[in-house]
């Protein structure tokens, strides 16, 4: 399963990646909706989907 | 905290278009009381026969929302100016005999993340009150004015759609009119207090995991999503690109179809569509219809039992399953997390701390999802759409519930779902997701319970068939299953 990470220092630099500076009094509730996020991650992929599917999104109805 | 722009002008308009209205006669004024917590079909028969005059009409539905809505809050602006000015010229067209369109005189109202010229486009927040008005009105607002429509307002919502209960920190809850103490749904939730209230008998909204839909249940009306695609999204504020889409709100199946032949046919050249007007056959003989097991069952017995209800009506007890639709949901979570967050990168790095703080941690956290986990969703999404369709062959339409469980009430962080607790608002769309991941037409019809709140019930069908679940919501709503009455004000401890 994906670790989503809780401490404030890794939170923070992936933060950065975007540009983005957090507040401190986001953190409780980034790191638990990251973490959540990291479960569903588990979920899907976890599945295993044959390799030849095209990786490249692509959706029509 | 409830801020509804502009109040005292538009009481100041209301003041000299009642005195206006006194010039109506009586009788009028009575029968476009009554015309408005009836459905479109009604107000376009009496509209068309001249028994009621549109600006009668509009002056109903003013008057409705001044009197009703400071408990529900669904509006975060009234256009008084252009709803009078509309219906007027209506009314003059008609008296100079010329032919008006299918919805002239009847009156609308849209989600505030469509742009309406001269308004503008909050969708849910704080940090829009900045933008400019918008200059033109979105299509579909273009398309039901050209089909002679009265646009009443805009309607309130969560945050940039980011969310199924309405409870916005800056405008204020929608309250849902069978227990104003109660969630309206979401995100649409302005649109479904709207209709459920008798305000007005059309709405506008939109559905990326279910933000029609809920609504729809948890204030006991119809709604409509229909195929990803079918309605043009010009002018509509973006949420999730892969996963939005537009939709209907409305009292009766045949307004539905009314409605949304006429938006699709604006919307597309070429129609994809096999819903051409607002009459429905009621004739569903040859349809295969069955239930929808395992991950759809896991709702509260009240959700269940709406679903049983609407299958004994349809005279079926077969069940099929989706398979992997917990997975589908998992994945429309990481697409919309991802989305999302790359739609509002730039306010997250400048306006941070004017989001709502219910959606401002979750944007932060899908900005910092890896491209392996936006990928492999949309990789599973392509699967899971393969697999349902195969599920089509046998199957016309599969019935599943709309929401797991009846409105909640507002504030409410947790609830218990089929014995389990779990936080409110991540998991009310838990029924919806899997269905808007694929794109799929959906219907919710409302179970109205006993002394208890309504609660949907999605007849789901294969892609560009909103023709097949019209026409079974049509046969629910014949038989007296299903239905949405107005309902009237209740005082709550709010």
Known sequence: ?61 | MTSIPAVSAQQQMLAETSAAKAGLPQREASLAEKLLTGTVTGMVSALSEGRVSATALTQAALQRIDDHDGLYNSFTEVTTVRALAEAADIDRRRAGGETLPPLAGVPYAVKNLFDVAGLVTLAGSRINRDLPPASEDALLVRAMQAQGAVLLGALNMDEYAYGFTTENSHYGPARNPHDPSRSAGGSSGGCGTAVAAGMVPLTLGSDTNGSVRVPSSMCGIFGLKPTYGALSLQGMFPFVHSLDHAGIFARSSHDLALSYALLHRASHDQTRSRVDSGTLSTDISRLRIAMAGGHFTQGNPEANAAVQRIATALGTQQMVELPQAARARSAAYLITASEGAQQHLQRLRTRAADFDPMTRPRLLAGSMMPAAWYIGAQRFRRWFQSEVAKLFQDVDIILAPSTPCSAQKIGQDSMTINGVEMPTRPNIGMFTQPISFIGLPVVSVPVQQAGGMPIGVQIIAPPWREDMALRVAAYLESSAVVAAPVVTRVEAAC
Do not use: K
Not at chain 1, 18 to 38: E, K, Q, V, W
């Open chain 1, 1 to 61: 399963m994906p670790l989503t990470p809780t401490d404030h220092d890794t939170l923070h630099a992936l933060a950065a990646l975007n540009d983005i500076t957090l507040a401190d009094a986001d953190m409780p509730l980034l790191a638990l909706h990251f973490g959540l996020l990291g479960q569903h991650a588990a979920n899907v992929l976890s599945f295993p989907l044959h390799e030849e599917l095209d990786a490249a999104p692509e959706f029509r109805p």
